[in-house]
């Protein structure tokens, strides 16, 4: 049975960092798209970066490029997101996902999802 199961999170002040795993079992985090996604109170989920089995090529949102990076570990099946410089705009529920196929690296119709963890940033 696929299972995703983050860790991670909390509180931070801006400019502060954070980082996030979600360990896989299951299959191979190297033979599916893996992404990470965030859902703001009262916004839509969206995509924020993604890893592809294919080539390891990634993705990141205009929002967070530069300041997240998104790495995966073959060896320890695992997923993680290193948030930098973080802002109040952050501020989210964040959920890893994975997917052999999605229609688009940030879109969120994967098939498997983490449980999700709150991340908030102060001002």
């Known amino acids: 049975e696929a299972q995703l199961v983050q860790s991670g999170g909390g509180l931070v002040q801006a400019g502060g960092s954070l980082r996030l795993s979600c360990v896989v079992s299951g299959f191979s985090v190297d033979g599916e798209c893996m992404g990470w996604f965030r859902q703001a109170p009262g916004k839509e989920r969206e995509g924020i970066t993604a890893i592809c089995a294919s080539d390891g090529s990634t993705y990141y949102a205009d929002s967070v490029k530069g300041r997240f990076t998104i790495s995966r570990d073959n060896a320890k099946n695992t997923v993680t997101l290193q948030m930098n410089s973080l802002k109040p705009e952050d501020t989210a529920v964040y959920y890893c996902?994975?997917?052999?196929?999605?229609?688009?690296?940030?879109?969120?119709?994967?098939?498997?999802w983490g449980q999700g963890t709150q991340v908030t940033v102060s001002s």
């Open positions: 996902a994975a997917d052999q196929n999605p229609t688009s690296p940030h879109s969120t119709n994967y098939k498997y």
